[in-house]
């Protein structure tokens, strides 16, 4: 797995074979959250601009989070589910 800078990526959950990102043609992301909550992933990012999810089965404490409109990571907020901004 590589950065956009083609960095090996040596620690991420996607390397540990414990985290996928989700994209389902004709679902939002805020209903394939949904789905993610109820299904008992441990860790979620939401992308509500390219309309997918990080899912993950971390063993750490549960972690919410969301990308802005650049791919960066920004704190959580339930506005990114009705389509607003996360603080």
Not at 47 to 55: A, F, L, M
């Amino acid at each position: 797995l590589l950065d956009a800078n083609a960095h090996k990526i040596t620690n991420s959950v996607h390397v540990q074979g414990i985290a996928a990102d989700v994209r389902v043609k004709g679902m939002t992301a805020a209903e394939l959250y949904e789905i993610a909550q109820a299904s008992g992933f441990t860790g979620i990012g939401v992308d509500p601009y390219r309309q997918y999810i990080h899912v993950d089965v971390r063993q750490a404490p549960p972690a919410r989070w969301a990308y802005a409109k650049d791919g960066d990571w920004i704190h959580w907020s339930d506005d990114v589910l009705k389509g607003g901004t996360a603080a």
